[in-house]
């Protein structure tokens, strides 16, 4: 899975809870990406980051954040959970000017009831 | 919509048979790239054919591009059960260095 680490792997919270999913990747790249992935909709960007503190808003960014203070970390925060940010989220590193192929994590499933 | 559009949505075949797999766009693009999900896992990276190229083959696939009709094709011959998956298209477009996916072709290889 070339180093990249999701946690956590499952998660159920309720409407209105802040949440922080974590991305570590091993591989010193400097490009990662949050996105969600939904039947009917395929995978949509929620943001990216292109360095340490250097990120960018996506398709999907309204309701989340995300940090990046190491090259290592990724970080996804929803603000206050909604029900239509129950989804699977997926980290992937890779990209960026040399286009390469992307990398993906193995996926967080949450829950918001 | 800028969208890749896999077809079909989904195709059952037996085991030794060859599966083909369809991908078409509507805007101009660098690269093409197809990626393989397993059920509950993220997405694998399989093949990535750039604008100027017309055919690619990495072991049992074999990716053509044909940038005239704006559209794609993932050959994997003699299946296995094991390439039971879901399997997407991703365009790399312009100057956006963002991916745009396609919704995804599910394959089932029955023994």
């Known amino acids: 899975d070339a180093g990249i680490t999701q946690s956590p792997r499952h998660k159920v919270t309720e409407t209105g809870t802040p949440v922080t999913l974590r991305c570590h990747q091993t591989?010193?790249?400097?490009?990662m990406y949050w996105y969600r992935q939904d039947p009917g909709h395929g995978l949509r960007l929620i943001h990216y980051s292109y360095g340490v503190k250097d990120t960018d808003k996506g398709e999907v960014s309204d309701g989340y954040s995300v940090s990046r203070s190491k090259t290592e970390d990724f970080l996804l925060t929803l603000e206050s959970a909604t029900s239509s940010q129950t989804s699977v989220y997926f980290c992937?590193?890779?990209?960026?000017?040399?286009?390469?192929?992307?990398?993906f994590g193995n996926g967080t499933r949450l829950t918001v009831t | 919509s800028q969208q890749g559009e896999e077809d079909p949505q989904a195709l059952s075949i037996q085991e030794g048979e060859n599966a083909t797999m369809n991908c078409s766009y509507k805007t101009s693009i660098n690269n093409l790239q197809w990626y393989r999900q397993n059920s509950g896992r993220g997405l694998v990276h399989l093949i990535l054919?750039?604008?100027n190229e017309r055919e690619k083959h990495s072991g049992r696939l074999r990716v053509t591009l044909d940038t005239s009709k704006k559209s794609s094709s993932l050959l994997i011959t003699a299946s296995r059960a094991a390439d039971t998956a879901s399997y997407f298209c991703?365009?790399?477009?312009?100057?956006?260095?963002?991916?745009?996916w396609g919704l995804g072709t599910s394959l089932a290889v029955n023994p």
């Open positions: 054919i750039r604008s």
């Open positions: 992937a590193i890779g990209g960026g000017a040399n286009n390469s192929p992307l990398h």
């Open positions: 591989e010193n790249h400097r490009y």
């Open positions: 991703a365009l790399n477009a312009g100057n956006n260095r963002k991916l745009i």
